[in-house]
């Protein structure tokens, strides 16, 4: 295998792929050479203060590697930990506006206080340059700008240095109108260690010196306005709408339409918008002394109608003219909302309504935790009818958009990006509008937030306390299971040592596997428990000897695990059994607990079993999360789900296309006794049965006597 020298350099990041010889995502490296069977050579570049200086070298796949520009390499490299890096890339509109920007273009940053305005200064390069081929990390020194218009900084001072990963908006500099001065301020070196300044910004991306050139001062902010009001006399606004405003200070803010109508004391209609971030200045909801609307202070604004334009982020939007985009790009079949909600799809209707391209939910800007969720909720068979019972919850405009999103799911197969972008807007937070969530997160606040459900859980700890959960998250030590272990034995298990019990039996299980970040993985391979039999770990209920049959009174967490005694298995006892099982040398130093026995149990009782049924799997990989539905009974009725399976376009004009793929080899697969699959060859697996046990994130179990047809309502 002799390797092909390259003429120039490369530089690249890892992006999917498992860690080879040194290389793991995230990690930035250099071509070296060009190997035979599409594999590359490189130098990986480490992290500290010679983060530029390549240390290490390995081989990685092509196709496992994204191409880099040096300053895009250097910009990446100053981000850490490598995850964001990843994060950054899936926003390639962002980070290419984050490449192109100059000097004093307008950014909006994370900051301590929150999401702040501000003025590029100066593109930082950090660390030292020992060879010619070394990289510098670049960082970007921001002012701050506050509400005045002026420089937020009273005398010279170090200005804060931030990374691209912590630029969340990029203003465009044409938006500025250009009679706006700002101060100019003079600050000495920041006095940093191996930091140096570099004297002028990239040009390339001005877009505010290409208008100067061109435009008189009068003559852009006329044609701004021009093009405004040309595209509102047009649009229709609507409660759920995504719009930008200009500001006073000239930085496009961007919210979503709350509430429409004439205020008191105005004779045109106005736009109450809550904000994707606070701003100085802004409200609760209340204007003029009176209340719109409800929303987290600091972020409700209030403007005519004509100072508001459709949000130009997003590429399908329905409520004004849309950007740019490929001329295939399917059209959207229109969507007739009916009052009533629509009911699951049937087994017999789900594979011509869902299966294809362009199917499920449209995936766009960090979407795919919600799409996934989504989907595995309200795609498969667990019934969810009723969304919302109570009268007042169907006036809500979050819980319209919900409606909307289910519906359109249920009867047409395809939900568009934007009305997912609608509901995660007006789920009331920042992150989740734009970063990429945990579902365990967004399942908390789409139950008891926008559901207004109860917990779906209710765990015993330690037989005295009793608290809620809408999700379960399993806890144990890696050497208390097999190389291979089901779900049934992490359940059993973390139950056990966490001495946890459910004080009833769940509608709704979601059973988190034991893994953390995008990286982290207690187990390479879990096999999932098509049932879950939740009858030993049942508080208060009775359960049989796992010996005799008889009625349990005594269980044992140290023979869970005993070879001579089905390992793997809750071991309960009659007194009689507990005894001689535990005379043997090897268990006597075990410590049995006594079980809260019903008074009213019989000696000998035929115990029914409690089972659960597995109906859908969220999967992560390289921070993109997928899902395996059920969507009927048969064995076989199963479908893969991935709401960015595929892109059309480039960046910044393109779309994400969803795909639904039927999945019958899965059935085939966990159809087979537990026992052979622990023992199965998985390299001769299906893909998709590979990705299932290697990437299983969350795994969601529903009652079949108790579906969540009808949710118990908290009090709000």
């Known amino acids: 295998m002799e390797p092909r020298p390259l003429l120039k350099e490369k530089f690249f990041i890892v992006v999917r792929g498992k860690s080879r010889k040194g290389f793991s995502r995230g990690c930035i490296g250099r071509v070296e050479a060009e190997l035979q069977h599409g594999e590359l050579m490189g130098l990986m570049y480490c992290g500290g203060s010679n983060a530029g200086s390549p240390k290490s070298g390995g081989i990685v796949k092509r196709e496992d590697t994204y191409h880099l520009t040096r300053h895009q390499a250097q910009l990446l490299l100053f981000v850490s930990p490598a995850s964001k890096r990843l994060e950054l890339l899936c926003n390639p509109q962002l980070f290419s506006a984050i490449c192109e920007l100059s000097q004093d273009d307008l950014v909006v940053v994370k900051h301590k206080k929150g999401h702040l305005p ?46 691209a990963a912590d630029i969340v908006q990029v203003v465009p500099s044409h938006s500025v109108p ?77 919210g979503v339409v709350q509430w429409l109508g004439i205020p008191e004391r105005k004779t045109e209609e106005w736009a109450g918008i809550e ?71 049937p087994e017999s209707e789900a594979l011509s309504l869902l299966v294809g391209r362009m199917k499920g939910i449209q995936g766009h800007i960090n979407s795919c935790y919600l799409d996934a969720t989504l989907f595995s909720l309200f795609g498969s068979s667990l019934t969810l009818d009723n969304i919302c019972s109570k009268p007042e919850d169907k006036e809500q405009p979050i819980t319209c958009t919900l409606r909307k999103i289910v519906n359109r799911l249920r009867r047409q197969g395809f939900v568009p990006a934007e009305s997912v972008m609608n509901f995660r807007k ?24 926008v559901l207004h459900m109860e917990p779906l859980l209710k765990l015993r700890s330690r037989q005295e306390t009793c608290q809620g959960a809408y999700t379960f998250q399993i806890f144990l030590e890696k050497e208390q299971m097999g190389q291979m272990p089901t779900v049934q034995q992490l359940l059993d298990t973390s139950c056990l040592s966490g001495d946890l019990k459910f004080e009833e039996m769940p509608s709704c299980l979601m059973v988190q596997m034991p893994r953390f ?32 049959g008889s009625l349990a009174e005594y269980e044992c967490l140290q023979c869970l695990s ?132 290697c990437d299983s994130y969350m795994l969601l179990y529903q009652n079949p006597a108790m579906p969540l047809t009808q949710p118990n309502h908290q009090e709000s």
């Open 178 to 254: 250009f009679g706006l001065h700002w101060k100019e301020g003079q600050y000495g070196s920041l006095n940093r260690k191996a930091v140096t300044r570099i004297n002028s910004m990239p040009s390339i991306g001005s877009r505010a010196r290409q208008l100067r050139g061109g435009h008189t001062e009068h003559s852009v902010i006329q044609s701004l306005t021009e093009e405004r009001t040309s595209s509102n006399t047009h649009v229709p606004l609507e409660v759920g709408s995504l719009v930008e405003v200009m500001s006073n200070s000239g930085i496009t803010v961007y």
């Open 517 to 548: 970040g995008n990286n982290y993985k207690m187990f390479s391979h879990i096999i999932p428990s098509t049932e879950l039999d939740i009858t030993d770990l049942l508080y208060n209920s009775p359960r049989e000897c796992f010996l005799c």
């Open 118 to 163: 501000g003025l590029v200064k100066n593109l930082m390069q950090i660390g030292r340059k020992e060879n010619k081929d070394d990289l510098q990390m670049l960082g970007f020194e921001v002012e701050f700008v506050d509400n005045d218009n002026k420089l937020s900084s009273k005398k010279p001072a170090p200005l804060p240095l931030f990374s």
């Open 426 to 449: 007006q789920l009331g937070c920042d992150t989740f509008r734009t970063e990429e969530k945990d579902p365990e997160e967004f399942i908390t606040v789409l139950f008891q937030k």
């Open 275 to 345: 904000l994707d971030y606070e701003v100085k200045g802004c409200s609760d909801g209340t204007y003029g002394g009176q209340r719109y609307f409800t929303c987290s202070g600091s972020r409700a604004l209030f403007v005519p109608v004509t100072k508001c334009s459709p949000d130009g982020r997003f590429v399908c939007s329905s409520t004004g003219r849309e950007p740019s985009k490929p001329p295939d790009m399917p059209p959207v079949p229109p969507f007739e909302d009916l009052e009533e909600d629509a009911p699951p799809i």
């Open 562 to 693: 005993d070879r001579q005694l089905q390992p793997g298995r809750i071991k309960q006892y009659c007194s009689t059994c507990n005894t001689q099982v535990h005379t043997h040398h090897s268990r006597q130093g075990h410590s049995p607990k006594a079980l809260s026995v019903p008074a009213d149990a019989a000696s000998d009782p035929p115990v029914p079993r409690h089972m659960m049924q597995l109906f859908a799997v969220l999967c992560i990989q390289t921070s993109h999360y997928v899902s395996f539905v059920k969507y009927g009974p048969d064995p076989h009725s199963w479908l893969f789900f991935d709401s960015m399976a595929d892109r059309c376009g480039d960046d910044q004009h393109g779309y994400n296309i969803p795909e639904i793929r039927a999945c019958p080899e899965l059935g085939d697969f966990l159809s087979q006794p537990e026992e052979e699959l622990t023992w199965a060859n998985m390299s001769q697996a299906p893909e998709l049965v590979r990705r299932l046990l």
